[in-house]
Every structure is written in C-alpha cells, then in structure tokens.
C-alpha cells in the first residue's frame, strides 16, 4: 500500500510533534530536577539557619580574633586551635569581609555573585565550621557594614560621595563608604548574616556600623541620608531592622568605639559617628566596646600615656558605661588590646585588662591582635 502526499506531511507532522514532546518533556523534567535541587539546597539551608540560630553561647565567651587570612591558612589555625584547646579559650572571631569589603569564603548571596565581589581567602569554611563545633569552640562572624570599599565600587550610587569631585568619597586611608540610610546597604549585610548562621556561625557581630570618622569630613555628601534625622537616629534605626529581620532568637552583637562607654550618660553625645551604647542595648545580646588603652587621647584620666595604664583605662571605661546595661538584653563584652601600639604590651598588662574587665561589669572578652599573635603566658590553661 502506497501513502499519498498528505499521509507523508501527515506521518511527518506526529512524528516531528512526539519529538517536540518527548523533548519537552526531558526539558520539563531536568528543570524540574533543577528546581527541585534548589528547593532542597533552600530547605536545608533554612534548616541549618533554624539549628545555629537556637543554639546558645557560653556563658562566659572568652575569644580571640581570627583574621579570614590566618583561617584559610590550615597550619596556622590549627595552631590556634591548639591554644584554644589548651587554654580557657572557647571562641574565635573570623573575618566574613576583609578591609577593603571582599567577601571572604564562596558566599552565594546574589550581590556578591554579581558583583564578584569574593576573595576566597576561606576556601573550606563549612569544614573549617563544623571544625571548631567539634572543639566546642563557639565561632562569631565579623560583618563589617559600612566600610566596604568593594560594595561602594560595585554601586557607586549607595556611596558616600565627594561633593567637590562627584565621585566616591574616601577616608584617609583610601577607604569608601557606603550610606548608612540605605535600606539597599541594610538588606545586603542582612542577606551575608543570614548566610553566615546557615553555614554553621552560631553569632554575627556587626562592626563599622557608624559614620566615618577620618579624612575630609566636610567634603562628604550622602545620596541617601537627607541630613535632617540625626546621625545615632539612623543607627538606630538600623539596629532596630537587624534585629526585626534576623529574629529574636538569633545571637547578635556589635562592636562600638571605646569612648561611647563614657559618654553612656551622655544621650547628645554620639562621638560625631552617629555611636551611642543606649541606641545599641535594645537590640544586641553583647556590645563589644573597643576598649584599647592605646585609642585614648593623651592626658585621659591624668595619665601622659594611656596605653601604659591598660587595667585602669578598662576599668574606667567599663564602670562609665554600665549604668547602660541596667534592665536589657545586652551584656558587655569588650575587645581587648593585645598588640604593641602607644606601648609594648606584655602578658600583665593584656591580663589587667582581662582582670579589669570582669571586675567591673564585663560578661567575657574578646582579645585582638591583627596579625593573631597572642602573646604568650596571658591564658589560663584549662
């Protein structure tokens, strides 16, 4: 039996047509497969989120700071870990954003991805994670906020900017900033905490969360920020948002300038930055004032050198601010100086300021050395 012309187009029409389908279908289904694998990788990820976000601190935090540098580097943090397993320490800060504002570890935020705004100095961070978990080490991520010269270049339109050139405004050390009234900004940093409690952080602490301070102040001009709120009113404002959006139960904190501690009777005072502690306790389970002897102006308390007194500054500057705390959610947790600036810092003079800090108020401490140096005979041993 023969097939006329019609049978032809006709045989080739249903066969061109189940093609179509059954590759329709494979696409259908591989998409589907696709989004399905997203679902998934969302749901555990809001699981994990969930998991860390109810964990709960020691009671008493006793840190070290880890530059992102030093925890991508396998033999030097596993020599840290070696002190903090020896010794009374039982936490660790890690860089999520380096000074310049590169984000540290693979982050999947879509800004970040964007933008390529990584430099992957942690190339294991979910290992590195789990890790410290194992050694009962309790891991804070450092989220610097509104220093970030990385952001501020990739969205020039959220800097602060030069009112004489035009362009991006830089501190005196070539830094940008960006505006602290964008909620663009605020939602940016919001979507790096959230990712850093889903990779196994168990607390975020904000730093830079302020004004600038240095370089050609009067030369700034803000896209955002109208001038007419006060400066410590839109940080407020934003700690308010950081806690409403992250939730009640996630462990957040912030590090502020030393000097807010004594002016913590002082509600006018916002240092020029837009800092007060009384704005900061409503919102933070710990406030970690900067405490380091060596960033008070000479003459401080009658001392010609402040850093050579180190017990008596932190303790000054804890008794100042304590009447701030009174009846909050937020604990004093102050950063500590251990580094050599304004004096040479021995292991007494970084223990005054550990013995100086739990005498007056403090719950915990953290201790900084930016290259994580520590200095040897300061820790207790277990």
């Known amino acids: 039996m023969t097939i006329g012309r019609l049978g032809r187009i006709f045989l080739f029409a249903f066969a061109f047509g189940a093609s179509f389908l059954l590759v329709a279908a494979f696409t259908n289904t591989t998409a589907l497969s696709r989004e399905r694998g997203r679902a998934a990788a969302l749901a555990e990820s809001f699981r994990q989120w969930h998991e860390y976000v109810r964990t709960r601190p020691p009671e008493v935090v006793k840190g070290i700071y880890l530059p992102a540098a030093i925890a991508g580097n396998k033999a030097r943090r596993a020599e840290l870990l070696n002190l903090v397993d020896a010794t009374e320490l039982n936490a660790v800060v890690i860089d999520l954003k380096d000074s310049r504002g590169w984000v540290t570890y693979n982050s999947e935020v879509a800004d970040v991805v964007q933008f390529d705004l990584t430099y992957q100095y942690i190339k294991d961070l979910p290992e590195f994670l789990k890790e410290l978990r194992a050694h009962s080490i309790w891991p804070i991520a450092r989220l610097p906020v509104f220093e970030d010269t990385a952001f501020a270049e990739a969205q020039p339109h959220l800097s602060v900017q030069s009112k004489q050139t035009g362009g991006i405004w830089r501190d005196r050390k070539g830094l940008a900033w960006l505006d602290p009234s964008s909620r663009e900004v605020w939602a940016y940093n919001v979507a790096l905490a959230r990712e850093a409690f889903a990779l196994g952080f168990g607390e975020v602490q904000f730093d830079y969360i302020r004004f ?19 400066q410590h009113e839109v940080m407020a404002e934003f700690f308010s948002y ?55 102006p000479p003459t401080f308390q009658g001392f010609a050198n402040p850093a050579m007194h180190p017990g008596e500054v932190v303790a000054y500057s804890m008794q100042e601010g304590a009447s701030a705390f009174q009846g909050t959610r937020a604990k004093a947790r102050p950063w500590l100086q251990d580094f050599d600036l304004g004096a040479h810092y021995t292991a007494g003079m970084v223990r005054a300021q550990i013995d100086a800090s739990d005498q007056n108020g403090g719950v915990g401490w953290l201790l900084w050395n930016p290259a994580a140096r520590y200095t040897e005979g300061v820790l207790r041993e277990r």
């Not at 370089?215 to 006060?230: C, H, Q, T, Y």
């Not at 996630?250 to 002016?263: E, N, Q």
Request: aromatic share 10%; net charge negative.
């Open 212 to 230: 600038p301070s240095d370089g050609n102040i009067s030369d700034m001009a803000f896209p955002v920020w109208d001038e007419k709120r006060l």
């Open 242 to 296: 950081l806690r409403n959006t992250l939730g009640e139960r996630a462990v957040l904190s912030v590090d502020l300038f030393g000097m807010t501690m004594l002016k913590a009777d002082y509600p006018d005072d916002d240092l020029g930055i837009g800092q007060r502690v009384i704005d900061a306790v409503p919102h933070f389970d710990f406030i970690s004032p900067m405490v380091y002897p060596s960033h008070y």
